[in-house]
Each structure stands twice: as structure tokens, then as C-alpha cells.
């Protein structure tokens, strides 16, 4: 079969490896549909991640299909299941340094007896739909992280498919003041399709200008000025926008970093202690697949939207390409054989 590998720095190849056969305790999942994420787009500049014995990296981690065929000791799972896969669980690591990635026609899961690798997946979803369990995990997480409130005022800073993932989540829990900024218009349109009640092209216009207009301003020990947001999620990974939250930032503000930065940031600790300030880290999903699922299967929420492009298994350099272009693109999703896309349009909604 046909597996996507990165060899070096931007060499990106379609290679062929067998099929894989399960284990006692594996599972082989026939791939439906699977997202290109942002760590994919890291891993290709890179070069991938080391692998053990060498070779080349697998990629592909955000992935819906149905299971062909199942270990001996597998009694959780059976032939013919539509399913997700938690590509971290039972520490298969898949698409993220182990032997096996997503964008390939099958799929070895090992360590299925650990429940936390597969989960049915509702049949109102469709597979393009269960593509996004894995990113909107990561939202949901960041969430939880902040630990949200309805009533809070909320700021995500990035709006590519984890800030959108997180303004999902954020609309699920009810939160309904929630102010996006973003560079691209693309993608700030859809961060208003799924939610956000104002956004910011921080190209054009000075994001805290806005952010104030519609969050109000305060002064902190009545001398320091302060914007009024509760929470910032930080999906942008820029480190002069983090730097901008402290300064900005009112009495009790929470901080939550889902981004992964590449710069080191000065973290200001007088504002720190003088706003009493809480920072947290949000990374993965140490269990947030089932309430994802549940979101999602409830229909109060459409993450649809997130998915500007499909493509089929066949045209991935194309969808590569695409997934490269941030102006362009949210979401994009390669599609397999038998994967019954909905939108067979491969330009943006």
C-alpha cells in the first residue's frame, strides 16, 4: 500500500510499505478521511521526528475510517465499526513518531485492549466529521485548561484549525463573548461562521483597540490600564502577542498556551504577581475524545465549516500544498477510497 513519509526538510514521499496485519491485541483501520494538521506542516520543514532504527517519518494523525480486521484478545472492537482513533493512546504515538501514520489506506493501532485507542463513531457523523474529533480535542482541552465559564469574556488569538477548534468548544460551553484575531480574512470568516461575535485582521487594525471596544477597559490597582477579557487563549504561537496579554491584561485574567512557540517569550512577573494572573499549559487530550464525540453527536454546534478543502488520497501533494497556504485554507482533508465525502468541491466554501 501507499504511505506518506517525510525523508528530510521538505521532502515529503509516497512510499510503498505492506499491509498491515494485526497483532493478539491490534487492530487494522481501513482510513476513511484524515486532516492536515499544523504539526503535520512543522513536521515537513523539520525533516519529521527521529525514528527508532531510522527510516523515514509517517504522518497523519487526525483520522476517521472503519476497522477491517482485529487481534484475537480485541474484544472492545469488531469488524465493520465506524470509527475515530486517539492517535496518542496506548502510546502508539501514530503520525507523531511511530511507525505509522494516517495517510495510508490502512492502519495498524496497537494495544487496542487499552479502550482508549478507538471509539465508535456516531452514525450522524460522517467521516469528514470524525476527522476533526483529534483538533477539537486539543480546543477542548485548552478550554478545560481555563477553565471557562459561560460567562466569561474570551479572546483566542489565531485563528487557524485549533483556534477554531477552540471557539467550537467555547460556543458548546455556552460562552457567547468571544472576540477572534487573526491575519488572515479567510479565516477570520470562519471563526465568525462558528461562533466568534467579533473579529480583528491584525494587519489592518490594532487588535487591543478592538478587543477593548468590545470588552471594555478597567485599571488594575487603579494606575496600570487593562483591557476587560476573562480569558486569552493563545492559538498563535507570535511571541510579541503574549507579551501584549500581559500588558493588557486585567486583575485575575487567565492565560491558556495551545500554541506551539518557536521564540522564547519575556514573561513579565511584576504583572504577573500584580494581576495575580494564572498561565497554563494546554497540550493534546489527556481525555477529552469522548466529550468531543458527544459535542459533536449532539448537534448543538456544526464544526463543518472548519473544513474548507477535500481532497482524494491520490492528489495529496495537492492538498499538501493547499494545507501550506494559511490565506487559503482551514482544514484540509484527504479523503480515501470509500470515504463518502460530502463536498467533493475542493475549493473553500
Known sequence: MHQV???APDDVRIIDVPKPQPGPTDVVVKVAACGICGTDLSYVAMGGLPM???GPMPIGHELSGVVESVGAAVESVRVGQRVVVNPEAANNRIGNGGPAGGFAPYLLVRNVTDDTCVYPLPGSLTFQQGALVEPLSVGMHAVNRGEVRPEDRVVVFGAGPIGLATIVCLRYRGVTDIVAVDLSD??????GQLGARAVCNAARANPWGAIR????????HGMLPAVGTDVYIDASGAAPIVRNIFDNAKFGARLVVVAMHKQEVTVP??????KEMTIKGAMAYPDEFPAVLEMLASGRVDASPMITHQFAFVEFMDALATAQQPDRAGKVVVNFPGAGSESPAREAR
Do not use: K, S
Open 5 to 7: 513519509t517525510i525523508h
Open 52 to 54: 527508532p532504527g531510522g
Open 186 to 191: 479567510l479565516r477570520l470568516a470562519l471563526a
Open 213 to 220: 471596544e468590545r470588552h471594555g477597559g478597567e485599571l488594575v
Open 269 to 274: 512577573f511584576f504583572h504577573v504577581m500584580a
